[in-house]
């Protein structure tokens, strides 16, 4: 199984500041088959990017995906309030499809 | 737009079999567009892939609970189940159905439903 680790744990970060989330992989991910999804409490996933840079419809281009093989990586530009939320990364290259441990982002 | 519903039992015994279903709407589950997959994440952790059902029947499921694992398909009621047997309390957990247009990720997702297992 592929085990992805995400960092940092938690990112506190004022409006209009840029996030950026790391999301490793312990093997490479295949044809770059990685997906991040936002979550906010007592709610389901939201799906953000896949194909690790491919923005799933709906998502501002304030956010985006980078990466290959073991390091993607999330950016999120000009912060606001509504990025308050946990992101998790999730590779589907090969089976099981695994998440990460998920990256809390805190707007101060 | 794909739409989903999780229903069941919100409280399971031990060792018993937990059973949900997952109704869809906007789209068909037998149409062979989706995937249509079971996750859960158990309070205050990450999320964990169960298993997805796809076009004919065809199954895929998480090593870590194949054994214990069924995930199937009833195209007259437009669901897909999740059965779950010889449940403890490491199986308590929001469960959620969800579906993706290509193998692995999933684009729409249900709302959730608390599984709790205890005596």
């Known amino acids: 199984e592929i085990v992805l680790t995400q960092s940092p744990g938690t990112l506190s970060l004022s409006p209009g500041e840029r996030a950026t989330l790391s999301c490793r992989a312990s093997?490479?991910?295949?044809?770059?088959?990685l997906a991040w999804y936002q979550q906010k409490p007592g709610q389901a996933p939201r799906l953000l990017i896949y194909g690790a840079s491919s923005r799933a419809t709906g998502i501002p281009d304030r956010l985006s995906g980078s990466g290959s093989g073991t390091d993607f990586s999330l950016t999120i530009s000009r912060l606001e309030p509504e990025d308050s939320a946990l992101y998790y990364c999730q590779q589907y290259g090969r089976s099981p499809y695994s998440f990460g441990q998920g990256t809390k982002l805190e707007i101060k | 737009q794909v739409q989903l519903q999780e229903s069941g039992p919100g409280l399971v015994r031990p060792s018993q079999t937990l059973s949900l279903t997952c109704t869809v709407s906007?789209?068909?589950?037998?149409?062979?567009?989706?995937?249509w997959s079971w996750i859960r994440q158990p309070a205050g952790k990450g999320l964990e892939w169960i298993g997805y059902i796809y076009y004919s029947g065809s199954t895929n499921y998480n090593p870590s609970l194949k054994s214990r694992v069924t995930i199937s398909e009833d195209t007259s009621k437009n669901q897909f189940s999740l059965k779950l047997n010889s449940v403890t309390a490491a199986d308590t957990a929001v469960y959620y159905c969800a579906s993706g247009e290509t193998r692995g990720y999933s684009d729409y997702w249900g709302q959730g439903i608390l599984v709790t297992v205890s005596s």
């Open positions: 906007g789209g068909s589950i037998s149409s062979g567009d989706y995937y």
């Open positions: 093997q490479s991910v295949s044809g770059s088959y």
